[in-house]
Each structure stands twice: as structure tokens, then as C-alpha cells.
């Protein structure tokens, strides 16, 4: 059974960093694009960042360009999202997802190409 645990989350000011993780176990977790998405209240669930099953290519939504850097360690089964520069706005519920395909070379942005998803962990960025 595949199971992903994020930590990390917590309360920050504005300009303030924190390091999101998502332990994954159950899966050949380096064989996965794994994927970070964000969901505040009343919005949405939208794509944050993926790295590739290599880590050898990322992607980043346009709002956390230059700000956030995803980030794999395939010895350790874990991704992470570094998030600088942290804004009010990105405070939302953020969760870490895996690609449904093996080994594929990029899933998209869309939550329905990730099949399975950790609980989540509160981010909130106060003014």
C-alpha cells in the first residue's frame, strides 16, 4: 500500500522560508514524478512544483517561480519543497502526490494525472 507523509508546515511571517518533506513508502519511489500541489480555503486544489522520477527535471508554477525549489532524495524515498520568500498567499493546505505512470516524462499540472496524495500539512504566512 502506498503511503505519503508531508511535514514541515507550520506558521511564518511574510519574507520568512520553510522545507515541506513527503516520506513515501509502498512504491519504487524513484521509478515516479512526484508532484506538489496547494489548496486554500475556497480555491481549488493547483499544481506547486513535480520533479521527475530521475530529479533530473523540475517544473514550477509561474506564482512560486524563483521562490520554491522542489528537490528529491531517491536513497531516502522523500521530496521536498523548499519555499522562500513566502507571501500571505501562499498560505493553503499543501500536499504531495505521486505521477500514475512509471518513469513517465512529465504528468502535467493536472491533479487527475497523480493518483495517490499524503494528508497534507498547513501553511500559513501571516502580513
Known amino acids: 500500500q502506498v503511503q505519503l507523509v508531508e511535514s514541515g508546515g507550520g506558521l511564518v511571517q511574510a519574507g520568512g522560508s520553510l522545507r515541506l518533506s513527503c516520506a513515501a513508502s509502498?512504491?519504487?519511489?524513484?521509478?515516479?514524478?512526484m508532484g506538489w500541489f496547494r489548496q486554500a480555503p475556497g480555491k481549488e486544489r493547483e499544481f506547486v512544483a513535480a520533479?521527475?522520477?530521475?530529479?533530473?527535471?523540475?517544473y514550477y508554477a509561474d506564482s512560486v517561480k524563483g521562490r520554491f525549489t522542489v528537490s528529491r532524495d531517491n536513497a531516502k524515498d522523500t521530496v521536498y519543497l523548499q519555499m522562500n520568500s513566502l507571501k500571505p498567499e501562499d498560505t493553503a493546505v499543501y500536499y504531495c502526490a505521486t505521477d500514475k505512470r512509471r518513469r513517465s516524462s512529465w504528468p502535467g499540472r493536472s491533479p487527475a494525472a497523480y493518483d495517490y496524495w499524503g494528508q497534507g500539512t498547513q501553511v500559513t504566512i501571516s502580513s
Open positions: 520533479i521527475n522520477w530521475s530529479g533530473g527535471s523540475t
Open positions: 509502498g512504491r519504487t519511489f524513484s521509478s515516479y514524478t
